[in-house]
């Protein structure tokens, strides 16, 4: 009885819901097996493009990432703990001073790039593909060009961050500036106020969390990109990691991950509690 | 009368109140924001000595920074524009196989990265493991792949490996890896217990809890986010090659060392366009992707 009821539901939902009880049309399945077996080809392929069939190479090689792992441990710093720590706070250097440096460019450029700011379209265009360019190529490539600049050093790098993040920034500003409300604007100008001064009382107010929180965001992860940015000679800790790979100090390499490790963690939870508080 | 005499200070007490209230408030806010001032100039003034700031050099510099720009520009006249193109372009069929190859490790590092996060990033959802242990350690392992740069891993890697995309593939997925399985696993956290319930119900084990209950409703969003992934990761595939491990990258590292300036900005645009038009195409995957689950 209950059995014929249940029977009767199922087919009841078969009629209502007739996709559920099939595996799709033909063309549907065909499809779907067509789009797996493509991608494993696609692997196939790329494997033996980029040489992962050589399978004694692969062993070796992890032969001795074993044998590399295994000189990591224990970590030891051989007395070179404070010249890590200086590299460390270099690093953090680079990245406060980056963020701020792309903070206060981004704020005229946002402003400027903004078509309720600035309505003339050419401008418009040539400004934001000028950003486009900025953020466009890699901070590493903006280190490798400033450090021809201004030398070898973290110099180097906090260009190398401000020039990128100016990119990014002032495209959020724009975005942010388009996206304000108006009311406050016409009550402001309805007092008689000129341009400037529109800006500064009902623009700059809505705006200025979103910078804020922007600015912080990208100082996070800022921190995260200038550990790297040493790798190609541009500073801060990533120098110090390459310099200690290129020596084979495997021990004090891993005391270097463990720091980036514990700053970027830190570097977390601390703009977490500060978003939390003010923002 | 008397009583108006009496009455007087205590109609003007909640004022006065009030008043010193707001001159206590405004006196903290005060002094909050002398502190931040203090702690901001402190780690400006900090930053500008460790990051060995040079104002000087910079302003010397700067000439050159312009000059590297206009070495990089290439001379193309308008009398013979197509020439001058190809000219500049004359290692195009070279470069175009190298780009390949980043976009080939790209897609497999990211391969290798869903595989490894789908792995584990069930195990690493709160709600789907009771075994603490295991939550623990999948955690782990996930939060050093993703807080670890991929260069980092790379400049190991390639000591290991040798010069060549295998370090490329396996850094960044060991990075992509970390990424997605955390976002994988709060995916999994926002899941709808009911269906998984039903099949344990049904006397299904763990994995099949798993591969009945949970996966058909979080593949759209893993899927979408992979797509993301892989986007990133083209970016960072032209980057590893900084450090010796192939792709488009290792060229660009050699040309910017030797100074052939105009090689440089061909391969950056290049590259500025491959990224774009990778982007542009994910975006639309991606809107499909999440689209199927609306429609069911």
């Known amino acids: 009885m209950t059995g014929l009821q249940l029977s009767a539901d199922i087919l009841g939902a078969a009629l209502i819901h007739?996709?559920?009880?099939?595996?799709?049309?033909?063309?549907?399945?065909?499809?779907?097996?067509?789009a797996w077996v493509g991608i494993f080809l696609f692997t196939i392929y790329c494997f033996y493009t980029l040489g992962f069939f050589d399978i004694s190479r692969l062993i070796s090689g992890f032969?001795?990432?074993?044998?590399?792992?295994?000189?990591?441990?224990?970590?030891?710093?051989?007395?070179?703990?404070?010249?890590?720590?200086?590299?460390?706070?270099?690093?953090?250097?680079?990245?406060?001073?980056?963020?701020?440096?792309?903070?206060?460019?981004?704020?005229?450029?946002?402003?400027?790039?903004?078509?309720?700011?600035?309505?003339?379209?050419?401008?418009?265009?040539?400004?934001?593909?000028?950003?486009?360019?900025?953020?466009?190529?890699?901070?590493?490539?903006?280190a490798l060009v400033w450090i021809n600049v201004v030398g070898l050093g973290p110099f180097a790098g906090?260009?190398?961050?401000?020039?990128?993040?100016?990119?990014?920034?002032?495209k959020l500003f724009s975005e942010a500036i388009e996206n304000v409300d108006h009311k406050p604007m016409e009550g402001v100008r309805s007092c008689g106020a000129n341009a400037v001064q529109t800006i500064r009382f009902a623009v700059l107010p809505q705006v200025f969390p979103v910078i804020l929180s922007n600015s912080l965001y990208y100082f996070e992860s800022n921190t995260r990109s200038a550990?790297?940015?040493?790798?190609?000679?541009?500073?801060?800790?990533?120098?110090?990691?390459?310099?200690?790979?290129?020596?084979?100090?495997?021990?004090?390499?891993?005391?270097?991950?463990?720091?980036?490790?514990?700053t970027v963690y830190g570097i977390d939870a601390l703009s977490n509690r500060v978003r939390q508080q003010f923002i | 009368m008397g009583i108006m005499d009496h009455k007087a200070p205590e109609?003007?007490?909640?004022?006065?109140?009030?008043?010193?209230?707001?001159?206590?408030?405004?006196?903290?806010?005060?002094?909050?924001?002398?502190?931040?001032?203090?702690?901001?100039?402190?780690?400006?003034?900090?930053?500008?000595?460790?990051?060995e700031v040079d104002i000087p050099e910079f302003?010397?510099?700067?000439?050159?920074?312009?000059?590297?720009?206009?070495?990089?520009?290439?001379?193309?006249?308008?009398?013979s524009a197509a020439g001058d193109i190809a000219d500049w372009y004359w290692g195009i069929d070279r470069w175009l196989v190298l780009l390949w190859d980043t976009v080939l490790i790209a897609f497999l590092a990211t391969l290798f990265g869903f595989v490894g996060a789908f792995v584990l990033c069930f195990p690493a959802a709160r709600n789907l493991n009771s075994n603490s242990w295991s939550y623990f350690i999948c955690?782990?392992?996930?939060?050093?792949?993703r807080s670890v740069p991929e260069l980092v891993f790379a400049l190991i890697f390639v000591f290991s490996f040798g010069i060549g995309p295998i370090p490329g593939v396996?850094?960044?997925?060991?990075?992509?890896?970390?990424?997605?399985?955390?976002?994988?696993?709060?995916?999994?956290?926002?899941?709808?217990?009911?269906?998984a319930d039903g099949v344990a119900a049904a006397g299904g084990n763990w994995f099949q809890k798993i591969a009945y209950g949970v996966v058909p409703q979080v593949f759209p969003n893993f899927m979408s986010y992979t797509l993301l992934r892989f986007e990133i990761n083209v970016r960072a595939a032209s980057v590893v090659g900084f450090v010796g491990a192939g792709g488009i990258g290792q060229e660009l590292m050699t040309v910017i060392r030797q100074f052939i300036y105009q090689d440089i900005s061909a391969i950056v645009l290049m590259l500025v366009l491959a990224v774009i038009l990778i982007d542009i195409s994910c975006e639309k995957l991606r809107h499909r992707a999440i689209g199927e689950v609306k429609t069911i």
């Open chain 1, 18 to 34: 007739p996709e559920a009880f099939h595996r799709g049309t033909p063309q549907k399945r065909l499809r779907f097996w067509s």
């Open chain 1, 63 to 142: 032969e001795k990432l074993f044998g590399v792992v295994s000189f990591m441990l224990p970590p030891k710093a051989h007395g070179r703990t404070w010249v890590f720590l200086h590299a460390l706070l270099e690093t953090l250097g680079m990245a406060f001073l980056g963020t701020l440096l792309a903070s206060l460019a981004s704020v005229p450029l946002g402003f400027l790039g903004a078509k309720n700011v600035v309505s003339n379209r050419l401008f418009h265009f040539t400004l934001r593909r000028f950003v486009d360019f900025l953020r466009g190529i890699d901070a590493l490539i903006w």
């Open chain 1, 158 to 170: 906090i260009l190398a961050i401000a020039v990128t993040n100016t990119g990014e920034l002032s």
């Open chain 1, 227 to 262: 550990t790297i940015l040493g790798i190609v000679g541009a500073g801060g800790i990533g120098l110090q990691l390459a310099d200690r790979i290129r020596v084979m100090a495997w021990d004090q390499v891993s005391v270097l991950i463990i720091m980036i490790l514990i």
């Open chain 2, 11 to 51: 109609a003007h007490q909640p004022f006065e109140d009030f008043r010193r209230e707001e001159a206590r408030i405004k006196r903290g806010k005060r002094r909050q924001n002398w502190t931040f001032t203090a702690l901001f100039a402190l780690a400006l003034i900090g930053s500008c000595i460790v990051g």
């Open chain 2, 59 to 79: 302003v010397e510099g700067l000439p050159a920074f312009f000059n590297y720009f206009g070495e990089t520009m290439p001379d193309i006249r308008t009398e």
């Open chain 2, 139 to 145: 955690r782990r392992i996930l939060e050093f792949g």
């Open chain 2, 170 to 195: 396996l850094a960044i997925a060991l990075h992509s890896c970390g990424a997605l399985g955390k976002l994988f696993s709060e995916i999994n956290e926002n899941v709808d217990l009911g269906p």
